[in-house]
């Protein structure tokens, strides 16, 4: 049985965000008092009295606005309420009931589901709150006087919603499920990719670029596996982050990055590598994660023959540093080669998590030094002593030698590609530490 899932729904600039963040214990919502800042929806695990469930935080709902985003916002907050076992509306006590509320609160009795109202920057709390006898118009129920900023009353909203939790299952198990971030520059269709995957409008899709400015978490099951598809904003160049906002946006998608099992990076068929992707794809590298090179779009680059083998050593030559990467070239609005990704995902992942043990490693090793002899320098030659790998996620080998400074980078280059052919290590980078050691210390 799946954790409850606990949608957090309201208005603009009610403290939603302030108040999803204190319950998951971190930063995750971006935290403005511009109206409108939270617009996709957050995705978070908590728990409360030993019971894990996750909350959604979600843009704020604003009837009477009918432009392009506050439709989609309304639209991903309809999703968050048909996904909830339960729904926690804000609302701002010292603004008193809205005409806002009052549709929204028509909007929720509609969903059937059960609704714990909280009236949210209740500054003093512990007195009597006349402003509080306003909101039983809204007929939901008794409403809860809490301040998010100050961290006051939130426990006995989570008693409320702990109550409405469905009947938990014995001996419930959490598959090995994947995490994949979809990164990439703004607008090169990271969102459209989750919206095909998922066969629902997930998360808002605009030809506004940096639309999506919040990391936003897809659980997806089928055939190959679990997967956790994190869909990111785009990542812009410094000199393009004016506002804080995109400034958060920015280092969310870095976040996303480091708690990922594979890195999607998306590149625009029709536009070729940039600066920024090798930027982008340089995050996940760096991060050691593993690696799948995308190429979106597809079915708009004019072809010929020998275009995509053209187009892959393009890639290459621009992405040196991540030959080990496969590439896919796919069209996420036509779902064209989509479906190959599954397998693709499981297999780096697999790769990325590789043990090998420390007898077959060096017998690779000493294959490899039989072949090439290490290098000399000055009468003295590089001995390869013994090596054992150190971690996974990536792949991490510590190599004793004789003398670290004979080490040469281009010999280091030379067993890191022995190491990947002989098993097979696509789509993960390796790490490579040199440790000097006397050989009668062996």
Same mark, same amino acid.
């Given at each position: ?185 703004? $607008?090169?269709? *990271?969102? !459209?990719?989750?919206?095909? #995957? &998922?066969?629902?409008? @997930?998360?808002? /899709?605009?030809? +506004? ?34 506002? $804080?906002?995109? *400034?958060? !946006?920015?280092?969310?998608? #870095? &976040?996303?990055?480091? @708690?990922?099992? /594979?890195?999607? +990076? ?177």
């Amino acid at each position: 049985m799946a954790k409850p899932m606990v949608a957090i729904i309201g208005k603009p600039n009610v403290g939603k965000s302030t108040f999803f963040n204190y319950i998951v214990g971190q930063r995750l919502s971006i935290v403005e008092d511009t109206p409108g800042v939270t617009r996709d929806r957050i995705y978070a695990d908590s728990n409360w009295r030993g019971r894990s469930f996750t909350l959604i935080d979600t843009g704020g709902i604003e009837p009477e606005l009918e432009d392009e985003i506050h439709i989609g916002m309304r639209e991903q907050a309809n999703i968050a309420i048909n996904l909830a076992d339960v729904i926690i509306f804000i609302t701002d006590i010292k603004q008193g009931v809205t005409a806002s509320d009052q549709e929204i609160a028509t909007m929720l009795r509609k969903s059937k589901k059960p609704i714990v109202l909280v009236c949210n920057k209740a500054d003093n709390f512990g007195e009597a709150v006349p402003e509080l006898y306003e909101f039983y118009n809204l007929g939901i129920g008794d409403p809860y006087p809490v301040s998010s900023t100050n961290a006051l009353g939130i426990g006995d909203v989570l008693d409320a919603i702990y109550e409405h939790f469905p009947e938990q299952e014995e001996n419930e198990q959490n598959a090995e499920i994947i995490n994949v971030a979809i990164i990439g520059k703004p $607008n090169v269709g *990271k969102s !459209s990719l989750v919206n095909k #995957i &998922l066969g629902e409008n @997930r998360v808002i /899709v605009s030809n +506004v670029a940096g639309t999506t400015r919040d990391a936003i978490d897809s659980y997806f099951e089928n055939d190959t596996g679990k997967y956790n598809f994190i869909d990111t904003a785009g990542i812009r160049r410094k000199s393009k982050v004016n506002e $804080n906002i995109e *400034k958060y !946006s920015v280092m969310r998608s #870095i &976040l996303a990055v480091e @708690r990922a099992d /594979v890195c999607l +990076v998306l590149i625009d068929a029709t536009e070729g590598v940039t600066e920024q992707d090798a930027k982008i794809a340089g995050e996940a590298h760096e991060a050691g994660k593993a690696i799948i090179l995308v190429v979106n779009k597809w079915d708009e680059y004019a072809k010929e023959t020998g275009t995509l083998e053209k187009y892959k050593k393009e890639v290459y030559n621009k992405l040196s540093y991540l030959s080990y990467a496969p590439i896919i070239f796919i069209s996420a609005k036509t779902g064209q080669r989509v479906d190959k990704l599954f397998n693709l995902i499981k297999k780096v992942a697999n790769n990325n998590a590789m043990r090998i043990s420390t007898a077959t490693l060096n017998q690779v090793i000493n294959e490899a030094i039989a072949t090439v002899q290490p290098p000399s320098d000055k009468g003295k030659r590089l001995k390869i002593l013994y090596a054992t790998q150190a971690q996974t996620k990536p792949p991490t080998f510590i190599i004793f030698v004789n003398n670290k400074e004979l080490f040469h980078f281009s010999y280091e280059r030379y067993l890191v590609n022995q190491i990947r052919s002989n098993f097979d290590l696509e789509g993960t980078p390796i790490r490579i530490i040199s440790r000097e050691k006397r050989e009668k210390e062996i």
